[in-house]
């Protein structure tokens, strides 16, 4: 079995430990082969035969392909940058009696909170400064690329109830200990020395906790990958890969990753914000196109939403629904819901299917069980503002929103050859 493609996707996760990361990477991956970065604050210009991308709030990005010729319509295959983690709150530093300096935090996101105590942490993000120069704002990102805090459970000897099932309290439970009494004063400072900048310098920040632990390869026959935020890097990753492996040729390709899917998408960098509607209305205007031939575009487009699936777990067989029951390493998965939490219908599974029997990829398919309210995505929040036939999928994976989560080997490939496929 080929692993390079896991390999790189490990190296990806390690390397993205924010969202702004994330973006970042995959702005430097734009780049490497050669496409043109464009500003929202600026004119475009594009032309047929051109590849360009453009970011949002640093933490959301959009890249596309115009055909040399005139094309019929859109492929866009959308994912999530962000994941559930801790966010740093302002005046972060908290004394504990006279010896102890812990850190404030608050979730973002629905987190599985238990997977977050004793193993070591640190913290990424951004920082705002104004730039002595242009006197703009400017962003520095941040990567505190040690062990730097933990947060400890409390002994059973304190809580004999501790197996039997605890509720945890975000305010009393999960706040990190960085420090003795020696560090009191010196986190942001910290903060600034890792962005390069003085500490008064700094204006705001975004600022997460992350696990530490390296991306591993594992299993009998190293069929599994456990990392932090395959949800949803692992799609993103695998979108782009197959976006830059595509010839596209005929149709507007695009690959979206948008931010805030984890705290519902309401942003102006979500899935509910104008991003995708106003790149793509721009780049018609742009085209010289007219807001007609965008409508008729957007009536013979389709878009992939990839977003991770829930995998049968070894250990909960029952909590999956009786007939649609995907595995790991089975293959992508199409997500269906009745109430539209997922948009996948009939017409969109069935050119998905389709896609995937080009590209010899095998496809499984993802239900609740009907006594369990399942999550949603980001297809359906999307379609508010540019609404196109829309498939729900995701690589099935094991304790989504745990700070290390598990996922297959092979779904890396099987989603890059679909991907592929697709923008061809």
């Not at 070894?314 to 293959?331: F, V």
């Not at 993802?366 to 980001?378: I, K, W």
Request: hydrophobic content about 40%; aromatic content about 8%.
């Amino acid at each position: 079995m080929d692993d390079t493609s896991v390999k790189e996707l490990a190296q990806f996760l390690e390397s993205s430990p924010s969202c702004f990361h994330a973006a970042e990477n995959m702005k430097n991956m734009l780049l490497k082969v050669h496409f043109e970065q464009l500003y929202e604050n600026k004119k475009w210009t594009i032309r047929p035969g051109g590849r360009y991308f453009v970011t949002r709030n640093e933490s959301a990005l959009i890249a596309f392909t115009v055909p040399e010729h005139s094309f019929p319509g859109m492929r866009i295959m959308a994912s999530h940058g962000d994941s559930p983690a801790f966010k740093i709150k302002e005046n972060p530093e908290l004394e504990t009696d006279g010896h102890y300096i812990r850190l404030n935090v608050e979730r973002y996101g629905g987190m599985l909170c238990a997977p977050w105590l004793d193993r070591p942490l640190s913290v990424a993000g951004r920082v705002i400064v104004r730039d002595p120069g242009s006197g703009a704002f400017v962003s520095r990102l941040v990567n505190i690329d040690r062990d730097l805090v933990l947060i400890p459970n409390l002994a059973v000897h304190m809580n004999r109830e501790a197996n039997n099932g605890y509720k945890y309290n975000p305010q009393k439970d999960m706040l990190p200990l960085y420090g003795d009494l020696t560090a009191k004063g010196t986190f942001m400072k910290t903060i600034a020395d890792c962005a390069g900048v003085d500490e008064e310098a700094i204006l705001g920040h975004d600022l997460f906790l992350y696990n530490r632990e390296r991306a591993s390869i594992w299993g009998a026959s190293g069929e599994f990958i456990s990392c932090g935020r395959l949800d949803d890097l692992q799609c993103a990753f695998a979108s782009l890969k197959g976006f830059l492996a595509g010839k596209k040729q005929k149709y507007l390709s695009v690959h979206c990753v948008l931010d805030n899917e984890e705290v519902g998408s309401g942003t102006k960098q979500g899935a509910a914000s104008t991003f995708l509607y106003d790149t793509l209305t721009r780049i018609h205007d742009c085209l010289g196109l007219t807001r007609e031939d965008y409508l008729i575009h957007l009536a013979d487009s389709l878009m992939i939403s990839a977003d991770n699936a829930h995998a049968v777990h070894p250990n909960h067989t029952d909590k999956a629904d009786p007939t649609n029951r995907p595995y790991i390493n089975g293959g992508i998965v199409i997500k269906f819901n009745a109430n539209q939490k997922y948009c996948t219908d009939g017409v969109s599974a069935a050119m998905f299917r389709d896609i995937c029997r080009t590209a010899g990829v095998p496809v499984q398919t993802f239900v609740n069980r009907s006594d369990m309210a399942g999550g949603s995505t980001l297809g359906n929040i999307s379609n508010t503002q540019v609404a196109l036939n829309t498939v729900d999928i995701g690589l099935p994976q094991l304790a989504m929103h745990s700070p290390y989560e598990t996922a297959g080997v092979q779904d890396t490939e099987y989603l890059i050859r679909a991907a592929e496929e697709f923008f061809k």
